[in-house]
């Protein structure tokens, strides 16, 4: 560790906090750091490095972007952004056809918001308990912990939190106001916290019945992270809204709003706008990181290692008293504990592997999909000799 490195941190930004560890480089699922250590990283950028850290074709499509334009504003035509449009048409599910460009997961809820309340002409969100999405003032709104809106209210009033998988308190909820529902198709930061079975489409039905939007959030499940491109696809959910972010662009910055045309077309020339949002260098990054998943079959991969690291971990796992529960979906996972977490997370660290957080109590593992199976068999090395 670099003491001047973390001097100018803590002295510039100090309210963050780190763990004892300095990263210098990546490639692929390995991170280094400042003595030439090697992790197998199961943080991955917060779930930002679905290819891997410096795939070689991203960085290509980077480096030559780059060479010819970084920076164009939307009032100007861009071939990488009208690219890049089409592409997230064709991807996602059936419907969804016009795009915001932001850059990051908080701004494309933002915008969510806004056209859905133009949409509708309705005031109301109704949004999940344990949901999160984002911690600028609208998104913040949305995310329940108390821990996060407490320190910031009054926040926005007329969004509503209901129990997640509870579908009479939905419907309960639900009033003449109401114009939106809002919800993760699984929850993340709860600790990777799934719905029961049809769940989703109960709601999608619901949200046809009521004349109401449905905005399902994939910035953290989206681009194959649990085993399908997008989460909601699982139960063949069409959205009316759906944001993204997070591995839409191979660690450059993005997030994404798509909508169904005659949602999007509500929101007229000016009522929402980002200066870097779309920019060419964004979208050459995101274009190749989309074709890298496709081409590379990234999705089955998340599937196929993500259901042999949850089965793995498991069997191995069983019997660990301290073990709450395991699950996952993909290259998803959560180990939850019955005591605070941070002790594993040390000794993880220690053995050559950085895992997120949730809670207090739970492990995250959100690799890069193009993890091979010698590093998820490495996983489960670690885990076993952690726990056992």
Request: hydrophobic share 40%.
């Amino acid at each position: 560790m670099n003491e001047d490195i973390k001097n100018l941190e803590e002295n510039y930004s100090g309210w963050i906090i780190r763990r004892p560890l300095q990263l210098v480089s990546g490639s692929g699922v390995i991170v280094k750091d400042i003595n030439g250590t090697e992790y197998i990283d199961c943080v991955g950028g917060n779930g930002v490095c679905i290819t891997g850290h410096s795939h070689p074709k991203i960085i290509k499509a980077i480096k030559d972007q780059a060479d010819k334009l970084i920076t164009c504003p939307t009032i100007f035509y861009n071939e990488m952004r009208a690219k890049l449009y089409q592409k997230l048409a064709q991807i996602t599910p059936k419907g969804l056809k016009k795009t915001f460009l932001s850059n990051s997961g908080a701004e494309s809820i933002e915008c969510a918001i806004k056209l859905a309340r133009k949409a509708t002409s309705k005031l109301e969100i109704i949004a999940m308990k344990q949901g999160f999405h984002g911690r600028t003032l609208g998104a913040l709104s949305a995310t329940w912990n108390p821990k996060y809106r407490t320190p910031f209210l009054p926040t926005e009033s007329n969004m509503k939190h209901v129990r997640y998988g509870d579908i009479e308190d939905l419907k309960n909820a639900i009033s003449e106001k109401t114009g939106a529902i809002l919800l993760e198709a699984i929850q993340g930061e709860a600790g990777i916290v799934f719905p029961p079975e049809g769940y989703l489409q109960q709601v999608r039905d619901l949200c046809n019945v009521k004349d109401i939007l449905l905005i399902v959030d994939e910035v953290q499940t989206g681009f194959g992270r649990t085993g399908k491109f997008f989460a909601c696809e699982h139960e063949n959910i069409q959205p009316d809204i759906m944001t993204m972010a997070k591995g839409i662009a191979g660690g450059i910055p993005m997030g994404a709003t798509i909508a169904k045309e005659d949602v999007f077309d509500q929101l007229k020339p000016g009522e929402h706008y980002s200066t870097f949002g779309g920019n060419p260098l964004a979208c050459a990054s995101s274009l190749a990181t989309i074709n890298v998943i496709e081409s590379e079959h990234l999705v089955e991969n998340s599937a196929y290692l993500g259901t042999k690291l949850l089965d793995q971990l498991k069997e191995s796992l069983s019997d660990v008293k301290i073990i709450k529960d395991i699950r996952g979906k993909g290259l998803f996972i959560a180990i939850e504990l019955r005591v605070k977490n941070k002790e594993y997370v040390l000794k993880a660290l220690e053995r050559g592997l950085l895992v997120l957080t949730s809670q207090k109590t739970i492990l995250r593992f959100l690799p890069p999909i193009i993890i091979n199976e010698d590093q998820i068999n490495k996983i489960i090395e670690i885990m076993k000799n952690i726990f056992l």
